[in-house]
């Protein structure tokens, strides 16, 4: 502990979760507790699901990634790939982050999506729900 009361572990595999909203794997970690319900975790090697409605909605790979259970957030960086459940549509990005509160996946740098019929992209950005049901620009989401 610091003098903040800042708690931090190193350690190799592990398994980091948000429930009801992702669950994540990773090869290596850093996982910080500041206080009694906040965490991070600082991650590489990282493959898991997003969730709706407490099934997968999807699956996901990235080089690295940062999670934090007290926002809700999940930072993916580095050759993200997310493929739905149900359909098999695929998003990569260079980064892609996703709300708990919004249930949003915002991808960003070099987004493309594709499924067995169709493919669209490079993109700046691009919004969608954990599904990947529907996919847009930013502004059809509101953001």
Not at 105 to 126: K, N
Request: glycine letters at 10%.
């Amino acid at each position: 502990k610091d003098e903040a009361g800042t708690t931090a572990i190193q350690t190799g595999q592990a398994k980091v979760s948000l429930p009801g909203a992702w669950t994540m794997d990773v090869d290596d970690s850093q996982i910080k507790f500041t206080g009694e319900n906040d965490s991070t975790a600082v991650v590489q090697g990282v493959k898991g699901t997003l969730m709706k409605d407490g099934k997968v909605a999807s699956h996901f790979v990235a080089k690295d990634g940062h999670a934090d259970t007290s926002t809700g957030r999940l930072v993916l960086t580095g050759s993200v790939r997310i493929t739905s459940e149900r359909d098999g549509v695929v998003l990569t990005a260079d980064k892609v982050t996703y709300d708990e509160k919004t249930a949003l996946v915002i991808a960003e740098g070099s987004v493309t999506v594709q499924s067995d019929a169709w493919m669209s992209g490079p993109h700046r950005s691009l919004v969608a729900p954990p599904a990947l049901d529907k996919i847009g620009t930013p502004d059809r989401f509101g953001l």
